[in-house]
């Protein structure tokens, strides 16, 4: 009978510590009589050591024999360059691979014969697929550390606490962007005592929101027109310029008297909305805590955000580029992340062949509209 072979690569992203498989994952995978092939040490980052997947079932080999050897090859990141050249005629690719962002890489390993499934295009709306769905639990992991991370930067208490020496106020939280990762900052920072409000373009996420124990912000903006293909998958749509100058011009306000603003609100595979500007930044007191989850090589969030950097501005309002959060909880985000690929695999893998069939409405979005 055959068996589907797939290796899970070392991740060689700048930061990247996540995996794409750990040693759980790779018991449930052997069960489902797939046979596992981890590049060395590629757990690593994520505390999983070699020997950790060995006693899973799995076989450690060096990179080489791992591309020659497995059917599929599974990662976190899109593949460098120099990664991707070694992939092969009839392999697969599975991974967040981001075509939006990458469109020339995926389509040169296409030219190639690699076929690509990039979990960042799974339709989110399907219930059926949830238990795949990559960038919820990637966004999950970021949204929870945002607010962690802000509260560690913050050199005031989060909740309300009396004591001898008098009552602290507690810390006034904006979270700007209610989808998984906005909803995880407001439970966690409600966790932790701050007065959460949160806004969202979404009407709808006023009744997530106010589920948390959260504010929503109501902000008067110009009617949603809602066009073909708007919120497609689960995701808001992208704001018309006008929309978003008066949704900036109505937060700014609100933004001013936080003490920490989180943001999360992006768009796939384009520039994310800008909502704090500069000015609104000028307006913050001394001591608040802007933490951009958006923050990437297309923009932020936030005016000036940089990814992974932290700057603290001339009135001192700290302002965190923050966006590669779950890759700063590696062992959390790479588990949740396997899960995701074990929940896949078994929806590809039948009888002891990987199908990536285009009828299938899951795995023709996955595929992305590849050649056939």
Known sequence: M??????AV?????????????????????????????????GSGAWFADADYTDAGATVVPPDEMYARADAVLCVAPPDPETA????????????????????????LHRRGVRTVSLD????????????DALTSQANVAGYKAALLAAHSYDRFLPMLTTAAGTMRP???????????????????????????????????????????????????????????????GYARELTADE????????????ARSD???TTAQVPGRKPPLLVTSVALERMHPGSVVVDLAASELGGNVEDSEPDKTDVLPNGVTVIGAGHLPSAMATAA????????????????RDGELILDPDDEITSALLGGEPS
């Open 121 to 132: 295009l799974l339709p989110r709306t399907l219930s059926r697929a949830q238990s795949m």
């Open 334 to 349: 790479s588990t949740a992340y396997a899960r995701n690929l074990v929940a896949l695999l078994r929806h590809l893998v």
């Open 85 to 108: 050249e070694t992939l092969r005629s009839g392999q697969t690719l599975i991974g967040l691979l981001e075509p939006l962002r990458h469109p020339d890489l995926v389509a040169g």
């Open 2 to 7: 055959a068996t589907v072979t797939v290796g």
């Open 10 to 42: 070392r991740e060689r992203a700048p930061g990247e510590r996540r995996v794409a498989l750990v040693p759980e994952a790779v018991t449930l995978l052997r069960r489902a009589g797939v046979d596992v092939l981890v590049e060395t040490g590629a």
């Open 244 to 255: 978003q100058q008066a949704q900036r011009a109505a937060l700014d306000a609100h933004i």
């Open 171 to 233: 810390a006034q939280v904006l979270v700007l962007g209610a989808g998984v990762a906005g909803l995880q900052a407001v439970a966690t920072a409600r966790r932790l005592g701050a007065v959460v409000t949160a806004y969202d373009v979404r009407p709808e996420s006023r009744g997530e929101v106010e589920s948390l124990g959260a504010r929503f912000l109501d902000i008067q903006s110009p009617p949603e027109q809602e066009e073909p293909g708007t919120r497609r998958g």
């Open 260 to 262: 920490i603003v989180i």
